[in-house]
């Protein structure tokens, strides 16, 4: 499009250029007013020239010249081009240029300096018109020389006021323009410490600059916007990120990671900002201290209901739920408290295809170990039941401290978790586990999204009403937590 835009510019150009030098050689002063885009290429090319904007579209700057150029002899070459009118209408012509060139200053931010050269160039329109008509018609010379003596002081204030104007203009618009660019772009955060990586970005401790606030910062990956160079590529990808920030953004329940910004970084980066939170996801915790006990799985089972019942009522289907998804930590006076995190693989609703072309696009999104048999399939019509088989997978780890199905590599793991039953958690594990529990996991894994739990909230309902002769208590927590993670102490 930038290079058709160029293409069409420059003809207009050349085909100007041709026809007002013939006009003028021809003595032809008449037609000069249909040529109105005279003055571009007689006094705007340089201009135009200076006038690349500082993004870098010469081509809108060059449409920029022709539009003001046009106007700007269209203004006054029309009377100066009559012989009889030529002398009577000065004045009103360099009125209506002195109002140009303001209008210039006002509507196209700029430098102080190419502002100038843009009045400048609508400055020079009239009088270069009335040299020309000087010097192609001898009887008009006794009268425009009378006219340049007459009005010379008036034509030099009203000329150079306006220039004023419009230059000072130019740079208030300029600077504005200027202050909220740099406002949007600016991050208000201060880098610390990555504390994490991912398939669409890495994720740092930050600070806020005024609040002092610590953040959890997560940054799109140079190396995956750029791989390969696939522009395409690229612009899915910080799609998907947007998407994810605004996704996450609009949810409110507590058990899902709050979002504060988004934006670009000084240097061009997209990130956005969240609450930081001590501690360790679901995956960690049972990699170093084993499979919980049932009563506590499902306090945790329970938070993550809440989240993606809030998710599923709004049409988003998170796709990636995990235990390293799943962040446990101490918030407040509250312990063993769960937040969802990572909604980079958020689809809307079943019926949004180009949301469906952003996540997928040929490739399988997820993790193999749970993924639902209806996303390995590729299958459209994924929605909410996919995150309750996958949460299914997460109750089936914190009950055992395995994946459901153990297999070499991610596609066979894949193709297990299509084609074959699950074996009952209490049957992997010494830790006891209630039959109803049991019974509950298995239906979260069941192959078809029918045959399993409707909503997170029917899960939710159905978990609450396991019964256990310990359940876990607000105290049990925070003996876990003080044992294993002390709060540390005020600075």
Known sequence: MKRLMSLFTGVVLVGTVAFAVRDVLAGEVALLPARGVVAVVLAGAFAT??????????????????????????????????????????????????????????????LPLRAAAGVLAIAVVPLLAAWLLRVRHPELRA???????????????????????AVFAAFLTGNLFDFAYEQRRRTFYDLEERIGAGGMGEVWRARHRTL?????????????????????????VLQRFEREARATAALRSPHTIGVYDFG??????????????????????????GPLPAERAVHLLLQACDSLGEAHEHGLTHRDVKPANLFLSRLGPSNDYVKMLDFGLVQTAPEDDEAERITA?????????????????????????ADIYALGGVAYWLLTGKYVFEAEGGVAMIVEHVKTAPTPPSRRTELPIPPQLDEIVLRCLKKKPEERFASALELAAALAAVPFDAPWTPARAANWWDLHQPRRPAA
Do not use: C
């Open 49 to 110: 020239f200076l006038l690349r904007g500082r993004a870098g579209f010469a081509e809108l700057r060059v449409l920029e010249a022709v539009v003001f150029g046009a106007q700007a002899y269209g203004s006054g070459a029309a009377e100066l081009a009559a012989p009889a009118g030529a002398v009577p209408s000065w004045s009103g012509a360099l009125v209506r240029f002195a109002l140009l060139m303001v209008a210039y200053g006002v509507f196209v931010p700029n």
């Open 143 to 165: 009268a425009f020389d009378g006219a340049a003596g007459e009005h010379l002081v008036e034509t030099a204030l009203l000329l150079g006021t306006a220039a004023a104007v």
């Open 212 to 236: 002092s606030r610590p953040t959890a910062l997560k940054l799109i990956r140079e190396d995956k916007v750029a791989a390969g160079g696939d522009k395409a590529e690229a612009h899915r």
């Open 264 to 289: 670009v970084t000084e240097d061009g980066h997209f990130f956005y900002a969240m609450e930081y939170l001590e501690g360790l996801d679901l995956e960690t915790l049972v990699e170093r201290f």
């Open 361 to 385: 696009d040929g490739t399988t999104s997820g993790t193999p170990a749970f993924m639902a048999p209806e996303m390995a399939l590729r299958r459209t019509e994924v929605d909410g039941r």
